[in-house]
């Protein structure tokens, strides 16, 4: 089993403040996604990393793919309270499906 | 579209009992899988089918049974439900089995006693 380990595990900030979360693996992989989970729904896509170094930006998240593909970041600027959620990465496992990190738990306090 | 669809939301068994979670999608996804997200463990691939007639185990299969017999729905069954088997099931579909983004359901959130 190729292991993603996700930190931090949990992280608590104030709004407007900003923060990173990394997704990190001993191997590397061909391309890395990253999911946001609400309570209570599904994870939903947020972007697919592909190309070492790789750099892609939604709004105020930037996501960045280590250049030797076994690593990558989310780093969210001025943070609001509806980013607050699951940060999960995943990447296509073994046994068809994803395998996913366990996740960030992102908490953006008013 | 409505996308992935997932029945019941929520569910109470006693140890023993037998159900099946239902999953559905319209999108004429070919690629169909079930996970488990636990506390602390993540989310757990139980089993996929990469079309109709044709399932296969994932990381977790034991206790559960899957049979894809059409393109839009992917049962899961639990023959005789546990308490170790207590989870949120997540049920996912992508186009195809090379395409990697997944849709998920908005899961059943399972209580065995």
């Known amino acids: 089993t190729q292991l993603l380990e996700q930190s931090p595990q949990f992280l608590s900030i104030q709004e407007g403040e900003n923060l990173t979360v990394y997704c990190n693996s001993s191997?590397?992989?061909?391309?890395l996604q990253w999911y946001r989970q609400e309570p209570g729904e599904g994870p939903v896509l947020l972007v697919t990393v592909v190309t070492g170094g790789e750099v892609k930006k939604l709004k105020r998240l930037t996501f960045q793919f280590g250049d030797a593909r076994k690593d990558s970041s989310l780093h969210i600027t001025a943070a609001q309270p509806g980013d607050t959620g699951l940060y999960l990465c995943?990447?296509?496992?073994?046994?068809?499906?994803?395998?996913f990190g366990k996740g960030t738990h992102l908490i953006i306090q008013p | 579209n409505a996308g992935v669809t997932q029945t019941p939301k929520f569910q109470v068994l006693k140890t023993g009992q037998s159900m099946t979670l239902q999953c559905a999608q319209d999108?004429?996804?070919?690629?169909m899988s079930w996970y488990r997200q636990d506390p602390g463990m993540g989310l757990r691939l139980i089993h996929y089918s990469v079309g109709a007639g044709i399932t296969d185990q994932g990381e977790v299969p034991n206790g559960y049974n899957v049979s894809r017999s059409t393109t839009e729905d992917f049962p899961l069954r639990l023959l005789s439900a546990a308490p170790s088997q207590t989870s949120v099931y997540f049920c996912?579909?992508?186009?195809?089995?090379?395409?990697?983004?997944?849709?998920f359901g908005p899961g059943t959130r399972l209580l065995v006693l």
């Open positions: 999108m004429n996804h070919e690629y």
């Open positions: 191997s590397v992989f061909s391309s």
């Open positions: 996912a579909s992508s186009y195809s089995r090379f395409q990697e983004t997944q849709y």
């Open positions: 995943g990447r296509r496992g073994g046994a068809d499906g994803l395998t």
